[in-house]
Every structure is written in structure tokens, then in C-alpha cells.
């Protein structure tokens, strides 16, 4: 039996599925609005350690930039471009600034490495690529994103929300 052979909290971690299906899904939801009272991480546990299990973002506080962070889809494939007309801006940028290093966030795939070396082209063929994996689908993709990136760093923070 494989709980047997663990003999430390590292093994365990290692050994979780990380496509295990929930089988004790509720059929009901608890679901709350995140506002300026509950709009901290302290509040947020206490919510969800009440049984939260959606939340709702309250859009009539704040500005648009204040809400244009990033939302998390767990174990949801992303079909979206690697790289933004800001990210190509920014890569060029470090072209000119003769940068030694990018560490290009939420890599999901080899193609979007494949992108990036791409867009830094002969002039950026010195600058080295180290891929963030921070969600499910990057470490599902793991090993052909290894094949084609100079290094990797695994993002624990992103990921820990994709896979608790």
C-alpha cells in the first residue's frame, strides 16, 4: 500500500495526483462578494474556512486597473496568445538594454517559449529563457517546455492555487 512506503511529508506531497477527481463535490454553493471589508487574505481564509466556495468580485469599488490582476482557472486549458503587445514591447526593450536573462511568467507550453525566442530574434539570441510553471497546464507540459528553455522555476505561489 503506498501510504505505507511514505515515510515523510515530502513523499507524500510528491506522490499526490494532481488530476484526482473530488468526490465529495457539494450541490450547493456558498457564494460571497469580495468588497473593501473582505478584500484581504485574513478575510478571505475566514470566509472560505466557513464554507465559501465561489466568490463574487464587487466591480463597483475600485478602479479598472485595480481589478485587471490576474483570475485563476484551475485545471482549465488556456488557449490564449503567450505573449501580449506589452510582453513583446517589454522583450524588445531588453534587446536594447542588452539583458542577460527573462523569466517569462505562466508558461504553458514549448510553443510559447518557441514564441518568445521568436520575437527576441538574432539580436536576442544571447538572452536566456528561464519558464515560470505556475498552473496545471504548464506542469502537464513539463517536459517538451524543458526540451526548448534555458531553466526553470516553479512559481510555488501561483501553482499552490492551481494545485493545493
Not at 43 to 56: H, P, Y
Not at 65 to 71: D, K
Request: glycine share 6%.
Amino acid at each position: 500500500m503506498l501510504e505505507d512506503s511514505i515515510k515523510n511529508n515530502l513523499e507524500w506531497t510528491s506522490s499526490l495526483d494532481i488530476d484526482y477527481q473530488a468526490t465529495n463535490v457539494r450541490k450547493t454553493s456558498i457564494i460571497c462578494t469580495i468588497g473593501p471589508k473582505t478584500n484581504s487574505v485574513e478575510m478571505i481564509s475566514k470566509l472560505r474556512d466557513a464554507g465559501m466556495n465561489i466568490v463574487r468580485m464587487n466591480f463597483s469599488h475600485g478602479s479598472y486597473e485595480y481589478h485587471q490582476s490576474g483570475v485563476n482557472l484551475p485545471k482549465t486549458e488556456v488557449d490564449l496568445p503567450a505573449l501580449s503587445e506589452k510582453d513583446k514591447n517589454d522583450l524588445k526593450f531588453g534587446i536594447k538594454n542588452n539583458v542577460d536573462i527573462i523569466f517569462a511568467s505562466f508558461i504553458r507550453r514549448a510553443d510559447d517559449v518557441r514564441e518568445i525566442r521568436k520575437v527576441l530574434g538574432e539580436e536576442g539570441k544571447h538572452i536566456r529563457i528561464i519558464s515560470k510553471i505556475e498552473n496545471h497546464q504548464g506542469v502537464m507540459n513539463f517536459d517538451e517546455i524543458l526540451e526548448v528553455t534555458d531553466g526553470v522555476m516553479v512559481a510555488r505561489g501561483d501553482l499552490g492555487i492551481e494545485i493545493p
